[in-house]
């Protein structure tokens, strides 16, 4: 018997954002199998039938994706990935500045955020050892 996708929703709301991308991922696999008939025979004799289990899934994998789409914008993920965005606009900044404003501009974010510049420079550190 299939619970309803809210029940379901339920069960993975104090999740951790690990926990909810693996479930994410166990439902598209099942997905996949049933697509490209590979499902186990016995499968097929169980009730309810994969069909049922597929359309089923789907409205679960919409409950998942939104629980990982609120746990990323609470999660450190969200965090970094955003920190990311800002190294990179800055990289792209300072490469259009000559080496005596790129210095001064560092300067300015050292004393204004130094957490910042220290992250920055980490980051930037980072990239070139790619």
Known sequence: MMINPKSYRTQFENASLDELLSERDRIIQFMHDY??????????SIDPNPEVVYFS???????????I???????EFYYKSCRI????KID?????LDENEQKEFLERLKNDDKKFYE???EWKKNKKGL
């Open 35 to 44: 697509e490209n008939h590979k499902l186990p025979d016995e499968d097929y």
């Open 69 to 75: 789409k609120i746990r990323m914008r609470d999660d």
């Open 119 to 121: 992250e920055f420079m």
């Open 57 to 67: 899934k789907m409205d679960y994998l919409t409950e998942i994706c939104d629980l």
């Open 85 to 88: 965005i800002i190294c990179r």
């Open 92 to 96: 792209e900044e300072l490469s259009e």
